[in-house]
């Protein structure tokens, strides 16, 4: 694939200028810059110079690779390393010109997105370090332009089409690399959405499996695109990730993945800018393009007309598509039509709401991977009240692992049930003494006839005992209208019965867990 700088403007204005001979800049020697040693003699800047005071051009071009090695760091910490990585890291120190820095990005997109995006907080930053310095150039790096490095010898020019040139002495957190021009395109991937950590289960299993042979063969007949799609929170992101972790990790192919959200804006970004074409080009020369959540893009028409041209030229350029939504492309109404049929005639996988073995699995593995004990009565507990979405599922593991760290406390139901109150209550909804019933009977394997039958062996009457006992905790029956639901006893048969559970629950507590964890299943 077209690789490297061919995105890079000819006719961009090129202001690294060389030094030749004049005056080289003074009073540099060590320590933070003072205002007034960067005056107007720095004009020549660093760049590929060729000084008659080596030693000071030396000593300056040093202080200014440490001061970008300080602003970068802190950078890397203010936006997170994932961001960094993706937007900041390509940036090149060039030259001082008077008060103004310029930093080189290898493409005008990229040039673009972190003017708009970081050009306040770097102007300030380089201000707190040099406060002679005012303004930040963010400009387009051509081939031949060399970085800004201490001394001139060590300078490497920058070769086009080369995939990272490396510029030495570089102190740690500065990564002068010039990658790949397509890469500005890479949004950030989550490293933890891995294949790895995805839990197979029955309803997830045909949509792993897609997304397992998009990434090891993108663009195979059949699979192109691949359609994700199924509700909130059951793992299409993740896959997706997983699907560009694989392919990028030897940076094998180069995978662009943004929401529909960040499509749009992107979109009506380079419209405003007038730079549309770049967009277009940007989009276009990826290998496997992934956009998350298009149901976004229901309504907007000019978008996805966008959308649907960029898809149509991948696609024909035999590239991968991947796209996730809430729904399948038929029931997507609002997308266009062409759209649909176009998005529909890949793959389209499915993922189904999550089964309670499902989950359990997904909360076993979460909860051996943060090293905390979490008891297996615990993970069933959440397993069967957080039904609806493994975010929530995992968001209230989380909380108990954190809570549990925090306070050196084990995990326990009591805990659980405290901790997790707010989500727990959103969850609540009433409960009838079928149910009641049902569950208890499931739980300890006897007939639901059982309930209401006249045998008296303990194997049957101990269940139903706790049956009433749950029923009159959990629903606002009367005495007299339980009994009437267990085969017609009488209201003091049920009295005995509350009573008799609460006796063998504060003697046996692992009854006690039993009829505990019956009491939150219900309740969830
Ligand atoms: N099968 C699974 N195994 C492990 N983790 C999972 C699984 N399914 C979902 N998750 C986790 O649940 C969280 C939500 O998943 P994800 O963001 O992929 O959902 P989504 O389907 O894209 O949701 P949305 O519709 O909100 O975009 C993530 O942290 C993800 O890692």
Known sequence: MAAGFDEVEPDMEHRLTTFEGGAAPRGIASGAFPASDLGEDMTAGFSGQVSDDHDVAHAAGGLLTEAWARIAAR???????????????????????????????????????????????????????????RRVELQVMRPGDRPAVATTEQAAPIVPGRRVVDV????????????????????????????????????????YACARRVAEKPSSPGFNPLFLYGGVGLGKTHLMHAIGSELTREGRVSVAYMSAEKFMYRFIGAIRSQSTIEFKEQLRSVDVLMIDDLQFLIGKDNTQEEFFHTFNALVDAGRQIVVSADKSPSDLSGLEDRL??????????????????????????KATASGVPVPAKVLEFLAHKITTNVRELEGALNRLIAHANLFGRPVTLEATQEVLHDILKAHDRRVTIEEIQRKVSEHWNIRLTDMSSARRARAVARPRQVAMYLAKQLTSRSLPEIGRKFGNRDHTTVMHAVQRVTELMERDTAFAEDVELLRRMLES
């Open 75 to 133: 950078m890397k910490s203010e936006v997170g390393e994932v961001e960094y990585r993706t937007w900041l890291q390509q940036i090149v120190l060039g030259p001082v010109d008077g008060d103004e820095v310029t930093l080189l990005l290898p493409t005008r997109f990229l040039r673009d997105w972190v003017r708009s995006q970081y050009g306040d907080r770097l102007s300030t930053l380089w201000n707190q370090e040099i406060p002679a310095l």
């Open 168 to 207: 030495p002495e570089a102190p740690a957190p500065v990564v002068e690399r010039v990658q790949d021009a397509r890469s500005d395109l890479v949004a950030p991937l989550d490293p933890r959405f891995t294949f790895d950590s995805f839990v197979v289960g029955k309803p997830n299993e045909f949509a």
């Open 340 to 365: 649909r049929t176009r998005l529909g005639c890949g793959m389209v996988a499915d993922i189904h709401a999550t089964t309670f073995e499902l989950r359990i699995s997904i909360l076993e593995a």
